[in-house]
């Protein structure tokens, strides 16, 4: 059969024409902005012809530092299409991480949004090889900034070819996307992703027994596009034709359920914290959510208790999905086999739990001190990953060795699998608690902590103690804080029959919020610093 480049042009090709017609509608500082799949592909080429003018070349990088909208989608396609590569950097890292990335990716350009210039002119100086700014905005003047040379997105667009050609040379495993991990400790790595990864990563998100996404769909992508390319959510939705929604700067709650709502979503996707306050603000707003088809979870394990509550009391399909950086990032769905539509209540729930099954294209193996695990759900071991959207290295960083070697990616993820072959995550390696030699997993504290009806959130970590070298600490915030007094014994007993006595946490502290990354996770190393000595006294 016929070699067939498998690109980024393909899909945007077939946006042109299949889907015209079909609607992108983005959030924007101005208002909503609407237009068509066909004003898109103008755009989209007018970039790139731009880029080009500017003197961007095969192979270089170009980085983008903006919110959910029209513009970053443009970028897209626009730059991995002209044989560049596009690099998303996420806007809630550190300054002392946003320069490292720049610097160490050594982007020419830099796409800025209007409303961030003021964290870019803060490290400016620093900025080693960017040669220009190109801030997104609608605005025909630009606005006042440091930086220099600034050119406007509108104004280079004019400048562009709207016919512009895309080349044919591309080779399937050039470089399309570069995205760095939020590292919680040392520097953040790159991830490269190919032009072949990404173009089947895409098509696995179609799949039935995966997302199912389609041109019916209308798309919402509250996931940020700089975090994993929105978790390839604008890549295949381009290429299948379904409407998207782009929910620009810092949306609210509020402002994405009305966003739902208006644009009748039917499919949309972001981590656990935003369905937790999302689910709140329903509870005031109580928007008309009856297109929404299914909200999908990842970025982090989402509590058995946020599940039921989408599907039992708003009657919402929740998807909970599992993947990381270094795997563009799908990697297992928790969808029910047919047959298990005949288990009980209890069953069904704790299986959709579960990070789920692998999804089809990929391998995988969890690995123990004795090797692979049994798959009884109980034998805990590494995931270890390979596939054709599996990073094989970190970009031009001597620290690959430690998660790359033998062919396959070794995750840092600890896990069990459970005879159907779903999988559930039980801590990062660094995150596991050992208690008198034996573990504990924080993460299953954690979702049953959230299960108690005035939990808001709740967060587990291992700390030292003198007798038996770690023990469990929860921390928790309370959906009425004015109750901590008497519940701390309380929320004790919540745990006491579901767990063994020595996986009690020692104590419970109460905090107004918990501290985060900038991807939403919480911060235990933060914590885990400042309670060090907690049962130590030192």
């Known amino acids: 059969m016929e070699n067939y480049p498998l690109t980024l042009r393909a899909l945007f090709d077939r946006s042109q024409s299949l889907f015209g017609k079909k609607e992108v509608v983005s959030r924007t500082n101005s208002g909503i902005s609407r237009y068509t799949y066909a004003d898109f592909g103008r755009r989209t080429r007018q970039l790139s012809s731009a880029l080009q003018g500017l003197g961007v070349k095969p192979g270089d990088r170009i980085a983008t530092f903006a919110w959910n909208h029209h513009w970053h989608l443009e970028a897209y396609f626009a730059i991995p299409c002209m044989g560049a590569v596009l690099h998303t950097v996420n806007i809630r890292l550190p300054l002392e991480h946003i320069v490292y990335i720049l610097n160490h990716a050594q982007d020419r350009f830099l796409f800025v949004d209007e409303t961030l210039l003021p964290v870019i002119e803060k490290i400016q100086d620093q900025l080693t090889t960017i040669e220009g700014y190109i801030i997104m905005t609608d605005r025909q003047e630009l606005p006042p900034t440091s930086l220099q040379p600034v050119y406007g997105y509108e104004n280079i667009l004019n400048d562009g070819d709207p016919q512009y050609m895309f080349s044919d040379d591309i080779h399937e495993s050039a470089p399309a996307g570069l995205c760095y991990t939020s590292a919680t400790t040392g520097k953040p790595k790159g991830v490269v992703y190919s032009h072949r990864g990404i173009y089947l990563h895409s098509l696995s998100i179609g799949l039935a027994d995966t997302l199912g996404l389609s041109e019916r769909d209308t798309v919402m992508p509250i996931v940020p596009m700089f975090h994993v390319n929105a978790w390839g959510l604008p890549f295949a939705s381009v290429w299948f034709g379904s409407k998207q929604v782009l929910p620009g700067p810092a949306p609210t709650p509020g402002i994405l359920l009305g966003l739902m709502a208006d644009e009748q979503v039917t499919i949309a996707a972001g981590v656990p914290t935003v369905w937790t306050a999302a689910l709140k603000a329903q509870e005031a707003k109580q928007a008309d959510l009856s297109t929404l088809r299914a909200v999908v979870c990842g970025g ?36 029910l086999k047919s047959y298990q539509d005949a288990a009980s209540y209890d069953e069904q729930y704790t299986t959709r739990a579960t990070q789920g099954l692998l999804v089809p294209g990929l391998e995988m193996k969890i690995v123990g001190p004795r090797g692979e695990v049994a798959w009884d759900g109980h034998e805990m071991g590494e995931i270890l990953l390979r596939g054709p959207w599996v990073a094989t290295a970190y970009y031009q960083d001597e620290r690959t060795q430690e998660s790359f070697h033998d062919g396959w990616f070794h995750s840092g993820d600890i896990a069990v699998i459970d005879q159907e072959g779903f999988v559930k995550l039980v801590d990062r390696a660094k995150d596991l608690v050992k208690s008198g030699g034996e573990w504990i997993s924080s993460l299953d504290l954690e979702n049953t902590l959230m299960a108690h009806p005035n939990v808001f959130e709740a967060c587990v970590i291992g700390v030292p103690h003198p007798k038996w070298g770690e023990r469990p600490l929860a921390f928790v915030v309370l959906k009425d804080f004015a109750l901590q007094a008497g519940d701390k014994a309380d929320l004790l007993h919540f745990l006491t029959p579901k767990f063994a006595k020595w996986w009690i946490p020692d104590d419970v502290i109460f905090l107004q919020e918990i501290p985060r990354s900038s991807v939403g996770k919480f911060m235990k190393r933060e914590l885990r610093e400042q309670y060090q000595t907690y049962f130590t006294g030192d």
């Open 300 to 335: 982090s394990a989402a509590p058995r208790s946020l599940i039921e509550s989408y599907e039992q009391r708003l009657g919402i399909p929740f998807y909970h999905a599992y993947g990381m950086t270094e795997t563009c990032p799908l990697v297992t769905v928790a969808r």
